[in-house]
């Protein structure tokens, strides 16, 4: 048998696992048993967009109003019918909230392989790449957990970094970020705060809640930190590029409306207060520029083409190791590893990061298996 949850596409609360009998695998195919994965608010995200950026469509239930939540963590192949996986190799990826995840392996090499089945070859080769564990010179056995909690995000991080250094910060002197204390926002602030010193570096303002206050100053990558019902604290007067990380359309509004004409750039990139993503009118007729949606994989593909896919890696590396110092090192620690063992607590899991209740210095990784 096999077990996955399912998630109503237009409720999110709305959610029941579902057993299926195993089925054979045929000539080319592998099965991947998920060993490991991560649960963030990111995957909220990924819900709460599943529509419009194509994220339910990655593993399809067959339902059309129904979806499997992605995930990334770690697979082990149990069974394979191809010649480039072998039993007991390792892989991290893309998966859905699942116990196990059959793949089409496709253009494969020393590095990993893509899942060419049918149904993703129009989906972006960013969420369909296995890299295999035993060559990815990123991967460290003891650091699995920091591995399927923050490197996804952080490359979204050091993707938003480039991007707004390519763009010269949209010629603003400071950065708002919203939802501070979330992981893909203080990833971004690492980045961003390595750039200190240099001519025309923005500062770096954090928006957060009255009780991730505390937490979020004690990063120490952001310039100033400052309370949702303090944003009169806000320099109005200095041209500022907003990026969105909660999705709150009233948070929206009120940076719209505060800095008008001197916002130079409204981005939008996640949503922790995903139960206002599709307020109606949410983002019409506000002052300034119009809300943006970032998508990593454009300036990915974009640096592929300058870089090189290599070069791309060589610069995400190197900033991922130094942004693990902090996570792993500091005192307190950036990160705190929670395993879950279960459905039951993965279900827990998932409804506190929906609710908005889980605590930000944690990370939760789950395992179906009890």
């Known amino acids: 048998m096999t077990l996955r949850l399912t998630i109503d596409r237009h409720d999110l609360h709305r959610i029941r696992w579902e057993e299926a009998p ?55 192949a149990v069974e394979s019918r191809h010649e480039a996986v072998k039993v007991g190799e390792r892989f991290y990826g893309y998966f ?92 971004t602030a690492f980045c961003l705060a390595r750039r200190r010193g240099q001519a025309g570096a923005p500062r770096v303002v954090g928006l957060t809640s009255q009780a991730n206050l505390g937490f979020t100053r004690t990063l120490g990558c952001y310039d100033e930190v400052i309370a949702y019902d303090n944003l009169a604290a806000l320099d109005r007067t200095t041209r500022a590029v907003y990026v969105d990380f909660s999705g709150s359309a009233s948070l929206r509004r009120a940076i719209h409306e505060g800095f008008g004409d001197r916002l130079a750039y409204s981005c939008s990139v996640g949503g922790t207060h995903w139960d206002e993503l599709a307020a109606k009118g949410a983002s019409r007729e506000l002052p ?41 090192s500091a005192q307190p620690p950036w990160l705190r590893v929670v395993e879950h063992h279960g459905p039951q607590a993965a279900e827990a899991v998932y409804r506190a990061l929906l609710d908005g209740t889980a605590a930000p210095q944690d990370g939760h990784i789950v395992s179906l298996a009890a």
């Open 22 to 76: 195993a089925r054979a695998l045929a000539d080319g195919e592998a099965r991947l048993r998920i060993v490991r994965v991560a649960l963030t608010a990111n995957n909220i995200t990924y819900a709460a967009f599943g529509d419009a950026m194509h994220y339910w469509d990655f593993f399809p239930t067959g339902d059309t109003a129904t979806g499997c939540l992605p995930v990334w963590g770690f697979g082990e």
């Open 96 to 187: 859905p909230l699942a116990d196990e995840l059959i793949v089409q392996p496709a253009r494969a090499n020393a590095g990993g392989f893509i899942d060419g089945a049918e149904h993703r070859r129009a989906l972006h080769t960013i969420y369909n790449h296995y890299a295999r564990c035993s060559a990815d010179p990123g991967y460290r056995a003891e650091r699995e957990a920091e591995q399927a909690l923050l490197r996804p995000l952080f490359t979204t991080s050091f993707l938003i970094d480039d991007f707004l250094a390519d763009n010269d910060a949209f010629g603003a002197a400071q950065l708002l970020l919203s939802s501070a204390s979330s992981k893909t926002a203080y990833g």
């Open 288 to 328: 300034g520029p119009k809300p943006t949606l970032f998508f990593a994989p454009a300036q990915a593909s974009k640096r592929i083409e300058q870089w090189g896919a290599a070069g791309l890696q060589q610069r995400l590396a190197e900033a991922w190791m130094a942004f693990m110092q902090p996570v792993t």
